[in-house]
Nanobody
């Protein structure tokens, strides 16, 4: 059974950093784009960042541009989201998803497989 597991969430103070990991098992990420999405309380889930396997291109939402960096380690079948200069408004459950239609990797409706999510809380 295909499985995606996120890890690395937690509580951090404003201005701090976290690195989220998205590990896949029983399938290879080589053929998928990987998107990171987040859902804050009372809000819709939104695409934060994604990385495409076909050409390594990336996407970042305006709200995280310059602060978040997405990367992938194909040998480990894992994608990372480095989050720096965190703000309270970054507080959310963060999900990663494998997206076969790579041109639309930031669109949650195009996701094929989802992880269970990891909580990120930015608070002093």
């Amino acid at each position: 059974q295909v499985q995606i597991v996120e890890s690395g969430g937690g509580l951090v103070q404003p201005g701090g950093s976290l690195r989220l990991s998205c590990a896949a098992s029983r399938f290879t990420l080589d053929y998928y784009a990987i998107g990171w999405f987040r859902q804050a309380p009372g809000k819709e889930r939104e695409g934060v960042s994604c990385i495409r396997s076909v050409d390594g291109s990336t996407y970042y939402a305006d709200s995280v541009k310059g602060r978040f960096t997405i990367s992938r380690d194909n040998a480990k079948n894992t994608v990372y989201l480095q989050m720096n200069s965190l703000k309270p408004e970054d507080t959310a459950i963060y999900y990663c998803a494998a997206v076969g239609v790579q041109a639309m990797c930031a669109h949650e409706s195009m996701a094929d497989f989802w992880g269970q999510g990891t909580q990120v809380t930015v608070s002093s």
